[in-house]
């Protein structure tokens, strides 16, 4: 069974660029989650979808934005880019809620 | 509403026992625990519901004291491939968002 994949996983990005990041779940997994990671902070919820719907959302502006297709491939676009956005960016997927959520590799986005 | 975890970091010699806490000031409706590797992607180690049940994974277990809105991560006789961080996450409801903790670094020396 293929695990999540995420791409691109490296990025790097200047000050009021947008970038998308795209996550293919396993399959039959219909719940799609992103966190954003950074030294100190852990893993920072951003949203999650289940089928095409955006479920939950954190406390993230409004510059970081997602969606979810029917095939449960997910993006997450961030538009203009701050020098804090620099992070790692997980997404999971699992089957739904209350199950256990699979990680992939993380997309590093570094902006200057 | 970000779960408090405890210790912040903690090393360990092989063979000797941790455990990392996780409590939470809202009720929870479970607890969900992850372990990451530096430079990987978090692993799912256990999911724990509401009822006060104790899971285990080889030598990790967990509790989970819904009453008191804890749950405590246990090691036992600590293996080299323990080290990583331990995170805790804590849904308030069945397809609430699930918040993690800021992580306990877990190192184990040979």
């Known amino acids: 069974k293929a695990g999540v994949t995420q791409t691109p996983r490296y990025l790097i990005k200047t000050r009021g660029q947008q970038v998308t990041l795209s996550c293919s779940p396993i399959?039959?997994?219909?719940?799609v989650s992103w966190y954003q990671q950074t030294p100190g902070q852990g893993l920072q919820f951003l949203f999650e979808y289940f089928s095409e719907t955006q479920r939950n959302k954190g406390n993230f502006p409004g510059r970081f934005s997602g969606r979810q297709f029917s095939n449960s491939r997910s993006e997450m676009n961030v538009s203009t880019l701050e020098l804090g956005d620099s992070a790692l960016y997980l997404c999971?997927?699992?089957?739904?809620?209350?199950?256990?959520?699979?990680f992939g590799p993380g997309t590093r986005l570094t902006v200057t | 509403q970000q779960p408090v975890q405890s210790p912040q970091a903690v090393i360990l010699r092989e063979g000797e026992d941790a455990v990392i806490n996780c409590s939470s000031s809202?009720?929870?409706?479970?607890v969900h625990w992850y372990r990451q590797k530096h430079g990987e992607a978090p692993v799912f180690l256990m999911i724990?519901?509401?009822?006060?049940e104790q899971k285990g994974h080889e030598k990790i277990s967990a509790s989970f004291n819904e009453k008191k809105q804890q749950s405590s991560l246990y090691l036992t006789a600590s293996q080299l491939s323990y080290s990583g961080t331990y995170f805790c996450g804590t849904p308030r409801g069945r397809d609430d968002k699930i918040i993690f903790g800021k992580g306990t670094r877990l190192h184990i020396l040979p």
């Open positions: 399959s039959g997994h219909r719940s």
């Open positions: 999971a997927s699992s089957l739904d809620t209350p199950y256990e959520q699979y």
């Open positions: 724990l519901l509401k009822g006060g």
């Open positions: 809202k009720a929870l409706y479970s």
